[in-house]
């Protein structure tokens, strides 16, 4: 199925075309190189499923603890788990960011599919939740970031993603309809929820074929991104 009158394609950032886990990792290393403490492979075992449940509850209005507590409790917990002696938490965190905002990290077939569109003169944008200092810089150190016309990140415009706004304020940016644009992400609840919201069509990158047992329906689903080639 060819998509047609699309002008621009709209990508999600985490595990869609940068690489969570991976920059989890290398942030996780750069900490404990920081404080002069050994990183093992586990630690990420443990700090992954930790960080999500406590931002999961805060999505939820579960709260666990508040959200503005959330970064430096994380360390808290992390160091107590692992038997660290470390108790400045909010170095622990800055330190964190800084890895993380610094990391490197792609998702396979990410860069051959943007480079692609590009040169299909699809004009090409980020939309995703999170803090500016965090995700722009993860975009900007890639080299897709030449690629990219512009990155726009929740912070910025007080909108997340599934709330449409995110996405009409890019549209009123580039001066674009909402069915001249798709979006690309492998949350339903956040990026096709969210382009269903806005009137976007929708594309599910859901590399492990995890079934759909939501109301949420995508107008495709690919299961690598490269399968953007056959529909673009």
């Known amino acids: ?32 190189n920081e404080i002069g403490q050994e990183y093992k492979e586990e630690y990420q ?14 999505r939820n209005n579960s709260n666990i603890i508040p959200k503005e507590d959330i970064p430096e409790y994380r360390f808290k917990e992390l160091f107590r788990l692992i038997g660290l002696e470390y108790n400045n938490y909010k170095k622990a965190n800055e330190l964190f960011q800084y890895g993380f905002a610094n990391s490197v990290a792609l998702i ?20 995703t939740n999170g803090l500016v200092k965090l995700q722009k810089p993860r975009v900007n150190n890639t080299e897709i970031a030449k690629y990219i016309s ?5 912070e910025e415009v007080n ?7 995110i996405f009409n304020i890019l549209l009123n940016r580039i001066n674009l309809k909402s069915n001249e644009v798709i979006m690309v992400g492998d949350s339903l609840e956040k990026d096709i929820k969210g382009a269903n919201n806005a ?21 495709l689903q690919i299961t690598d991104l490269i399968e953007l080639k056959e529909l673009l």
């Open 159 to 165: 909108s997340s993603k599934p709330n449409p706004e």
């Open 108 to 127: 396979e077939n990410a860069y051959n599919i943007i480079k692609y569109l590009y040169d299909k003169n699809y004009k090409l944008y980020v939309v």
């Open 45 to 58: 075992d443990i700090f992954a499923p930790l960080d999500r449940n406590l931002w999961n509850s805060v």
């Open 1 to 32: 199925m060819k998509l047609d009158n699309i002008k621009a394609i709209f990508f999600d950032a985490d595990n869609t075309i940068l690489d969570h886990k991976q920059s989890e990792k290398e942030a996780l290393k750069y900490l404990f």
């Open 150 to 154: 512009d990155i726009i990140v929740s």
């Open 199 to 219: 009137n976007i069509k929708s594309i599910w990158y859901n590399p492990k074929n995890n079934e759909n047992h939501t109301e949420i329906i995508p107008y």
